[in-house]
């Protein structure tokens, strides 16, 4: 069975049930797009993995790297890709999100490229979603963004200046890397405040201490994979923290989408 996303979609997904999901929390309605990677060698087996009742997790959309496209969970129902999750003070993603799994072995495979057919599906599956359910474009987020340090997913060779072209997620030019101040592990004070309350106004969950910790470290680090990919290494040096001055000042409204 084949269903049309919308009648405006070019996208024709093939059902295919996974058994993991459940109700929406307090009946909330899908605000953010999570993307995933699959982080297995085999496609097949990820895919039979998401639809195990023994795995206990799903997503709502499978996309394989021939650029077919499954749909294994409804958008109206919860699926389990998020896990511990944090955004904009949203704990739950789960249930305010749709999750789209992107065949590719990640990291453990050597993180190799998308392949183009496969992102075009993908932006082509993205830009329907985002369109029907009004998804913020500072919303459209990896699983690294919103579990820092635990996900490193989709990793950073994740062509997300594509995607934004094609009108799908926030994205600025990434400020050139340079030599100059950094702040790393251990720093502490006003500055390591202000990146923090930065990271935090964006979206990222962090405290505000003052202190360069280990979740900030992980934070910054997620915030590079994202948006500042040349260099992921947690230390928030000019490059990163410009970066992230210019995605804060060229946010959209929060009722855009």
């Known amino acids: 069975m084949s269903v049309s996303l919308s009648p405006e979609s070019p996208v024709a997904?093939?059902?295919?049930?996974?058994?993991?999901?459940?109700?929406?929390?307090?009946g909330q309605r899908p605000n953010m797009l999570i993307l995933h990677y699959t982080g297995m060698p085999d496609e097949g087996e990820a895919l039979q993995w998401l639809c195990n009742p023994v795995s206990q997790v799903s997503a709502h959309y499978f996309v394989f790297g021939d650029g077919r496209v499954l749909q294994l969970v409804p958008e109206s129902r919860r699926a389990w890709h998020a896990g511990m999750s944090n955004w904009d003070g949203e704990t739950d993603i789960n249930s305010c999100s749709i999750g789209i799994e992107i065949a590719n072995p990640g990291h453990p495979g050597g993180l190799p490229p998308y392949p183009d057919v496969q992102i075009e599906s993908v932006i082509a599956l993205a830009k329907d979603i985002v369109s029907r359910w009004r998804i913020p474009v500072t919303r459209v987020l990896g699983h690294s963004d919103v579990a820092p340090g635990r996900k490193v997913d989709p990793g950073e060779i994740f062509p997300w200046r594509r995607l934004h072209e094609a009108g799908i997620g926030h994205w600025v030019p990434p400020a050139t890397l340079s030599d100059g101040r950094f702040f790393s592990r251990g720093d502490q004070g006003m500055p390591i405040?202000?990146?923090?309350?930065?990271?935090?106004?964006?979206?990222?969950g962090l405290k505000i201490n003052g202190v360069f910790d280990e979740d900030t470290e992980k934070v910054v680090a997620a915030f590079q994979r994202h948006f500042r990919p040349e260099r992921v290494d947690g230390v928030?040096?000019?490059s990163t923290i410009t970066t992230l001055r210019n995605l804060i000042a060229k946010r959209p409204s929060a009722a855009a989408a």
Not at 13 to 26: C, I, L, Q, T, Y
Not at 193 to 204: F, N, P, T, V
Request: hydrophobic fraction near 40%.
């Open 193 to 204: 405040e202000a990146l923090q309350a930065m990271l935090a106004m964006y979206g990222y």
């Open 13 to 26: 997904a093939k059902v295919f049930p996974s058994p993991n999901h459940g109700e929406r929390k307090d």
């Open 236 to 238: 928030a040096d000019a």
